[in-house]
């Protein structure tokens, strides 16, 4: 629709999001950044799985997630200026599908959320790093996919 013209002539656009925890009927405004921009993250670790019995025959890819998983916690006390906001989180792991086999591969999955650029390019650079050095270690493949969603919404002051 932009493409075909559709925001000819229209000099702002103004728009809404829908907050739960506001009171019905509120509208809030602020200005400068108001909601983040949104990466995406995938990890997948890639190990051999086994039978239960014989982990010494087998690479473990629960115990490479879960080595991953905690370092990746270092990155905003160590990497990022503790003055800028963001928030990584992973909040899903998947992995097996029954009590006494190892399964091939385990799944991570979470969000970035940040108002700065800069700071969610260094942010994917080092889940990127972490990843894959940690899961070397574990002798585990690691793949990482990182989906840039949407920037953040900034409010300008003369607007707002």
């Known amino acids: 629709m932009v493409k ?3 925001m000819k002539g229209v000099d702002e656009v103004y728009g809404f999001h ?3 925890n506001f009171d019905e009927g509120d509208i809030r405004v602020c200005e400068g950044g108001f909601f983040a921009a949104v990466t995406v993250v995938k990890i997948r670790v890639i190990g051999q799985g086994g039978h239960g019995s014989t982990p010494y025959k087998l690479t473990d890819c629960i ?8 370092s990746l916690h270092t990155i905003k006390s160590r990497n990022i200026d503790s003055r ?7 909040c899903k792991i998947n992995a097996g599908t ?10 991570m999955e979470g969000t970035i959320r940040t108002y700065d650029e800069d700071t969610r390019k ?3 650079e080092r889940i990127s790093r972490i990843a894959k050095e940690v899961g070397s270690a574990m002798e585990c493949k ?4 990182l989906d840039y ?3 953040a919404v900034m409010n300008h002051a003369t607007e707002t």
């Open 4 to 6: 075909e013209g559709c």
């Open 18 to 20: 829908n907050i739960p």
């Open 63 to 70: 115990s490479g997630a879960n080595a991953i998983y905690q």
């Open 84 to 90: 800028q906001n963001f928030a990584f989180t992973i």
């Open 98 to 107: 029954t009590h006494n086999v190892f399964p091939d591969v385990a799944e």
């Open 122 to 124: 260094r942010i994917c």
């Open 142 to 145: 690691v793949e990482v996919t």
């Open 149 to 151: 969603l949407y920037p």
